[in-house]
């Protein structure tokens, strides 16, 4: 059964870059493994697949080119800002069925808002820093490498500066094994920003699932917020651009919202703009 693949830049900046992902929409019928060889065909960090839901507004199916995974920020944006862009969805409160249950969605003025999780946090084993080459000492001062968990885990590394960011050696083998080790979808690395319109830049590897580096990371910009404002940073929204540190930039901004409730967070919110291409 042959389907068409859109490509939808998802996260962009100023309606440029953003992170490219495969929409396969009307999606029925097709098998997982049908599924799972149109995204590695595909060959894009992400592939999303929308079915009808009897639950939810859609049922949307996510695959990298070598796993299927729980979720994706970025490819749940693409996927309804080509709904909204085709005309199936209009402004308005909406939903998605995964397979790890649903979640809220918002579609206002060209942007699309995902709702996740409250992440967990847990510890970072020492010789997780190594695959990225760094050591204690190239740690941002104030913060500490977690694994973060809200659906999809990563691990959160802090660095010191964006040049050091910049200048990152990943060891993609090391990434692959460490991230096995742990069930991480990969590494989120960031350097915190203290003034501008941004709170923070950001990298991200994930070679156990086929991505060497993508440009926008939805499910890992979340738990990020939530740390940041967990580490002294507290407030309402949070900016963060990613893809413009990339071989071949493609920049990217993501919105993050953080909901509280009784002074413990209830709920994130991942903001960002697509364009069907």
Same mark, same amino acid.
């Given at each position: 059964?042959?389907?068409? $693949?859109? +490509?939808?830049?998802?996260? !962009?900046?100023?309606?440029?870059?953003g992170? /490219?992902?495969?929409?396969?929409?009307?999606?029925? &019928?097709?098998?997982p493994? @049908?599924?799972?060889?149109?995204?590695?065909?595909?060959?894009?960090?992400?592939?999303?697949?929308?079915?009808?839901?009897?639950?939810? !507004?859609?049922?949307?199916?996510?695959?990298?080119?070598?796993?299927? +995974?729980?979720?994706?920020?970025?490819? !749940?944006v693409?996927?309804?800002?080509y709904?909204?862009?085709?005309g199936?969805?209009?402004?308005?409160?909406?939903?998605?069925?995964t397979?790890?249950? !649903?979640?809220?969605?918002?579609?206002?003025? &060209?942007?699309?808002?995902?709702?996740?999780?409250?992440?967990?946090?847990?510890?970072?084993?020492?010789?997780?820093? =190594?695959?990225?080459?760094?050591?204690?000492?190239?740690? #941002?001062?104030?913060?500490?490498?977690? +694994?973060?968990?809200a659906?999809n885990?990563?691990? $959160? +590394? /802090?660095?010191?500066?964006?040049?050091?960011?910049?200048?990152?050696?990943?060891?993609?083998?090391?990434?692959?094994?460490?991230?096995?080790?742990?069930?991480?979808? =990969?590494?989120?690395?960031?350097?915190?920003?203290? @003034?501008?319109?941004?709170?923070?830049?950001?990298?991200?590897?994930?070679p156990?699932? &086929?991505?060497?580096?993508?440009?926008?990371?939805?499910?890992? #910009?979340?738990?990020?917020?939530?740390?940041?404002s967990?580490?002294?940073?507290?407030?309402? #929204?949070?900016?963060?651009?990613?893809?413009?540190?990339m071989?071949? /930039?493609? /920049?990217?901004?993501?919105?993050?919202?953080?909901e509280?409730?009784?002074?413990?967070l209830?709920?994130?919110?991942?903001?960002?703009?697509?364009?069907?291409?």
């Amino acid at each position: 059964m042959e389907k068409q $693949l859109e +490509i939808v830049h998802a996260f !962009t900046l100023n309606s440029r870059g953003g992170n /490219p992902a495969g929409v396969v929409n009307h999606a029925d &019928g097709l098998s997982p493994q @049908q599924k799972q060889q149109i995204a590695a065909k595909a060959g894009l960090s992400e592939t999303v697949f929308i079915s009808q839901s009897d639950i939810a !507004t859609r049922k949307l199916e996510f695959f990298t080119p070598t796993k299927q +995974i729980p979720h994706c920020g970025h490819a !749940t944006v693409a996927a309804f800002a080509y709904l909204q862009q085709t005309g199936e969805l209009a402004d308005g409160a909406y939903s998605k069925e995964t397979i790890d249950g !649903t979640r809220r969605i918002r579609l206002h003025k &060209g942007e699309v808002s995902l709702e996740q999780k409250p992440p967990r946090f847990s510890a970072l084993p020492d010789h997780a820093l =190594g695959a990225l080459g760094l050591y204690e000492r190239d740690l #941002a001062p104030g913060y500490t490498g977690v +694994i973060a968990d809200a659906g999809n885990a990563f691990a $959160l +590394i /802090p660095v010191a500066s964006v040049r050091a960011l910049k200048y990152l050696e990943p060891d993609m083998d090391a990434i692959a094994l460490v991230s096995a080790q742990f069930n991480l979808i =990969g590494y989120y690395a960031y350097a915190p920003l203290e @003034q501008g319109l941004y709170q923070a830049a950001a990298r991200m590897f994930a070679p156990h699932y &086929g991505i060497k580096e993508e440009a926008a990371t939805g499910m890992a #910009a979340g738990p990020l917020a939530a740390y940041l404002s967990s580490r002294g940073q507290p407030q309402k #929204a949070y900016n963060i651009v990613q893809g413009t540190l990339m071989s071949q /930039p493609s /920049p990217s901004r993501l919105r993050v919202e953080l909901e509280h409730k009784n002074q413990q967070l209830e709920r994130v919110w991942v903001s960002g703009s697509a364009q069907l291409k």
